[in-house]
């Protein structure tokens, strides 16, 4: 039977078409209203001058960056995600798995300000990729974190392990995706483990809404 990390990354291979549609529609109304700027507002606050986008999709977040002046580079593991950031305008983009990154089998470039992950760390074992990620950064480098709100999104199941998202509710053809849960506290001990230190959090919120958009996590190098 496949692991779920085989199976979450086939996911994205077998959803990538719709994403990419849903992406670029505008489609989804939390991102539109409160996460997209959050990770931009964040990046910014920073002021880097280059930029690593750990799991870019189809760029996005990349056209923002670069829109803004700031050298912005991309990595996702699936090819049709990064041929449409490509043909988008966005020349510095690679194809790798995480494990690929962790095992430095692709030259993904290095001395990176920030490394920034946006909804894009899904799997279970994090801890040797956010250390990968650390070894691009430049001494005291940041690495910035969007993900779904623990909080918001534990349905009172408050502990680590894998769920599924059915994608119910979004237009097109979807395959499931198992995604796995974090508690608060887990994606602490992660970061640490991994060489970070945590410098801010946010919980991005729409003013009209009762529960978090998100969990944004600031963090920087830890000095040796």
Same mark, same amino acid.
């Given at each position: 039977m496949p692991s779920p990390e085989s199976t979450l990354l086939q996911s994205w291979h077998d959803n990538a078409d719709a994403w990419i549609e849903v992406i670029r529609s505008g489609a989804i109304e939390s991102r539109q209203q409160v996460t997209d700027q959050a990770i931009l507002l964040a990046i910014m606050s920073r002021q880097p001058e280059r930029v690593l986008d750990l799991g870019c999709g189809e760029g996005w977040l990349l056209r923002a960056?670069?829109?803004? +002046?700031?050298?912005?580079?991309? @990595?996702? +593991?699936?090819?049709? &995600?990064? $041929?449409?950031?490509? $043909?988008?305008?966005?020349?510095?983009? =690679?194809?790798?798995?995480?494990?690929?990154?962790?095992?430095a089998?692709?030259? @993904? +470039?290095?001395?990176?300000? %920030?490394?920034?992950?946006?909804?894009?760390? &899904? =799997? /279970?074992?994090?801890?040797? %990729? &956010?250390?990968? #990620?650390?070894?691009?950064? @430049?001494? +005291?480098?940041? #690495?910035?974190? /969007?993900? &779904? =709100?623990?909080?918001?999104?534990?349905?009172g199941d408050y502990q680590d392990g894998w769920r599924e998202e059915s994608f119910a509710g979004f237009k097109g053809r979807w395959q499931p995706m198992p995604w796995y849960f974090r508690t608060l506290s887990s994606w602490l001990n992660a970061l640490d483990m991994a060489g970070f230190r945590l410098v801010g959090l946010h919980e991005p919120q729409h003013p009209q809404s009762a529960v978090p958009q998100s969990l944004l996590l600031i963090a920087e190098q830890r000095p040796l």
């Open positions: 960056l670069a829109d803004r +002046g700031i050298d912005a580079a991309g @990595v996702d +593991g699936d090819a049709t &995600l990064i $041929e449409a950031a490509r $043909e988008a305008g966005s020349a510095k983009v =690679h194809v790798a798995s995480y494990e690929a990154l962790v095992d089998r692709v030259d @993904v +470039g290095s001395d990176y300000d %920030l490394v920034c992950a946006n909804f894009s760390l &899904l =799997h /279970q074992d994090i801890i040797a %990729l &956010l250390a990968a #990620m650390n070894a691009l950064l @430049v001494p +005291g480098g940041t #690495m910035i974190i /969007q993900t &779904l =709100h623990p909080w918001a999104v534990a349905a």
